[in-house]
């Protein structure tokens, strides 16, 4: 129901919007004698309409973070041109990045209706510090990493004492004053006044020239909602611009001279009062392990019942000690600082009170700030708009025949494996290439690319990697192939007689002689402890051997682990045994005993852990154990550069299964001595009914304490909400 009435109201939306730059054209509301600035608001509407942009909120389930934690979240993607959740994007990056600027964990989650949920197992070792959550979907990576959502996590260190939680999004921390109107060196002053329904624009004019023409441009999110133009024919001027021209949330006007130039920019802050009101049956206190089963109440911004979507995580206040100002919330992301270059130090105090008052006075006075504007129309108009990068195929390449001439119109088949094995087909053009788009996949999958003809060979091209980088750049260094050996093999000549350069994947580094060749997805040898054949000469059992000598390893019902065990009475689902990967196959140590293999059959086992096993994705969350046998396959071929008769194959990870956050019941906690969770709750999937009401239930740990309720959540006409509710456990 929420799917279809958010469907709904965004096609609604986006019928009017086309509508707004022809209104302009043809009504006297404005009346350009240069084309310069409406032919590029006009290049800019085409540009938003095929790249939508977008912002996002993150929502996670506690404060900040310790190694061997999993940060578990929930993301809201916003469609600026609509404000409503993005029905453009189904894939979100996710990664967490380290103070040195190195990848520390990333996944792919899935994005339905503009939400999506996940979760970053962090490594137990893991230096404590100021560390980066970015997120961004393609729509946003065809702008830049500029684009992107980022946030500071903090990680305590196993030493560390309570610290206090304080956080950035998209930009650095700064103090902020009120700078008054804003001056800018072509003689003009502009500044904002909110009013009950309307804002008013107060424009001063202090330069010399003659009577000219002004226009006044109005944006939120970068798009445009309100424009006028004006005769200048005194040195002030004042105009109010209605509020229902805009949404809740940060406006920015620029006032342009005849000549299409910016002279002044201004922020200020629209509100409607646009709110969910999001309510819990909480009390003040409770008994330790005892079960709650809380109700909660929706109401949209009229005050009726209304189906939304909600997240809800309950923790150790004591053990994440907060000030609430300090929080990035839905509130303070969406509304505020997705919109500023720079963050306020505290981003949240100014929406405390919602959904009653707004703080808009604050609000106000922080927006005066000449360096807060992410987006500024005398950069963007002046020196160009910004060019989306277009996005790759997810593989190409090229078949060639036995007599080196291209196949052309001939079958190429993308072969996917795993549990779901499904079968893509295409046909090369008239020069033998060939693409293929993303498919839909969960996990670290294997595929094959073939062509069916005899004789055929096939070459990749691009190969793009599931990931992408901190820049938003795929993860596996690129080169270009240009006129050499293999583009001249390949015949890669366009009809001009040019090379056509196609990208093509190498996976650099430092092979060690100790191992020549292996499945290890990083490079053979490129692991954190590398044990050789000789190593293993006196082993009976390779379990033994490992837990014995390599730092970390724990074994449990004869499984090994590379993080923490499974422990009576956890919350949380620990990680999983580490992955097996032999010989290329993937196996798994709940079906597969690893001391079944024989110790001197073994040519090598390469151990990762943590970063080191990203690229498995979620199969290797655990940690992965890349083990090649004496009398194994050469693996040294079967890179994503390798070329065979016909057929090539090469692996990738796609979106992150979907996992609950384990929440243990009443009956296996009861008198249980080791219940000393500091988070009790996560749950980013619950759905209030149509009468606004949504249920469910949690037990307190075992000892005393202060404890704290948070929901946020959103509708289907993008109207957001907050709760918090703090309580006592004796």
């Keep these: ?74 993301s809201y993607v916003i469609e600026s041109s609509s404000n409503l959740p993005s029905p453009a994007s189904k894939t979100l990056n996710v990664m967490l990045v380290g103070p040195s600027g190195a990848l520390v964990q990333q996944v792919k989650t899935k994005v339905q209706v503009g939400l999506s949920s996940g979760y970053l197992p962090l490594p137990t070792i893991l230096d404590a510090g100021a560390y980066t959550l970015q997120a961004f979907t393609g729509g946003m990576n065809e702008y830049g990493a500029a684009h992107h959502f980022r946030r500071t996590i903090l990680v305590k260190g196993a030493t560390d004492k309570a610290i206090k939680h304080k956080v950035a999004s998209s930009g650095s921390t700064v103090r902020f004053g009120n700078n008054g109107a804003e001056r800018s060196a072509k003689g003009y002053e502009l500044e904002t006044v909110s009013l009950e329904d309307s804002i008013q624009l107060k424009i001063r004019y202090t330069g010399t020239a003659s009577a000219g023409t002004i226009t006044i441009l109005a944006a939120q999110d970068g798009v445009t909602r309100y424009i006028k133009r004006l005769p200048r024919v005194a040195t002030n001027i004042q105009l109010h611009v209605p509020k229902s021209s805009f949404y809740t949330g940060v406006v920015q006007f620029t006032v342009f001279d005849e000549h299409d130039i910016a002279v002044a920019e201004q922020l200020t802050f629209c509100n409607h009062q646009a709110f969910l009101n999001i309510t819990a049956d909480v009390k003040d206190r409770y008994k330790t392990q005892e079960p709650l089963n809380v109700k909660l109440n929706v109401r949209n ?138 498919p839909e996949f969960y996990g670290t999958v294997n595929f094959l690319v073939s062509s069916p003809v005899n004789g055929a060979k096939v070459f990749l091209g691009t190969l793009k990697n599931s990931f992408l980088d901190a820049q938003g750049q795929a993860s596996f260094p690129r080169s270009k192939v240009s006129e050499g050996a293999i583009g001249e093999q390949a015949g890669l000549k366009s009809n001009d007689g040019k090379a056509i350069e196609l990208q093509q994947v190498q996976v650099k580094g430092n092979k060690t002689n100790a191992v020549t060749s292996s499945a290890n997805l990083n490079g053979p040898g490129k692991a954190d402890v590398v044990i050789l054949a000789k190593d293993l000469q006196a082993t009976h059992d390779i379990s033994t051997y490992l837990i014995n000598r390599v730092n970390g390893l724990k074994i449990y019902q004869g499984k090994v682990y590379s993080r923490e065990i499974p422990e009576e009475g956890q919350m949380l689902s620990p990680p999983p045994p580490m992955l097996l990967v032999v010989d290329g196959t993937m196996l798994n140590q709940e079906s597969y ?81 080791q219940d000393k969770r500091t988070v009790l709750y996560w749950n980013p999937n619950i759905v209030s009914s149509a009468e606004g009401e949504a249920v469910f239930e949690y037990v307190n740990p075992g000892y005393a304490g202060k404890f704290r309720l948070v929901v946020e959540g959103i509708n289907g006409d993008g109207q957001i909400g907050r709760a918090v509710y703090d309580y006592e456990v004796n």
């Design 1 to 74: 129901m929420m799917k279809l009435r958010l469907a709904l109201k965004y096609n609604q939306l986006m019928l009017t919007l086309p509508l707004f730059f022809s209104l302009l054209m043809m009504s006297g509301t404005v009346a350009f004698g240069q084309g310069n600035l409406v032919s590029k608001l006009k290049d800019l509407k085409a540009m938003i309409a095929a790249h939508p942009l977008e912002k996002i909120h993150m929502q996670t389930n506690q404060p900040f973070y310790s190694a061997g934690d999993t940060l578990w979240f929930k």
């Design 301 to 438: 911004a009229a005050g009726l019942a209304d189906v939304s979507s909600l997240a809800v995580s309950v923790y150790n206040v004591d053990a994440f000690p907060t000030d609430e100002g300090d929080e990035s919330t839905i509130f303070s992301e969406l509304l505020l600082t997705s919109d500023l270059s720079d963050v306020p130090e505290q981003p949240n105090e100014y929406f405390l009170d919602l959904p009653g008052k707004l703080s808009e006075d604050k609000l106000q006075e922080l927006l005066k700030g000449k360096r807060l504007k992410r987006f500024s129309w005398m950069d963007k108009l002046s020196r160009g708009l910004p060019q989306p990068v277009l996005d790759e195929p997810w593989i190409s390449g090229r078949v060639l025949l036995g007599n080196g001439k291209p196949m052309i119109a001939g079958e190429v088949v993308l072969v996917q494996d795993g549990q779901e094995k499904r079968v893509y087909t295409t046909k090369t053009d008239s020069v033998g290439r060939f693409a293929f788009g993303e």
């Design 593 to 673: 005993n690893i001391d079944d293999i024989n110790p001197n059959d073994v040519q090598s086992i390469e151990v990762l852990k943590g970063a080191s096993a990203a690229l498995y994705g979620i199969n290797g969350m655990g940690g992965v154990l890349v083990i090649t046998m004496k009398r194994g396959r050469d693996h040294s071929s079967s890179s994503p550069n390798g070329m065979s008769d016909g057929i090539l194959s090469f692996s990738r990870t796609g979106f992150q299964p979907p996992q609950q956050c384990q929440v243990k019941q009443a009956e296996q906690l009861r008198g249980s001595i």
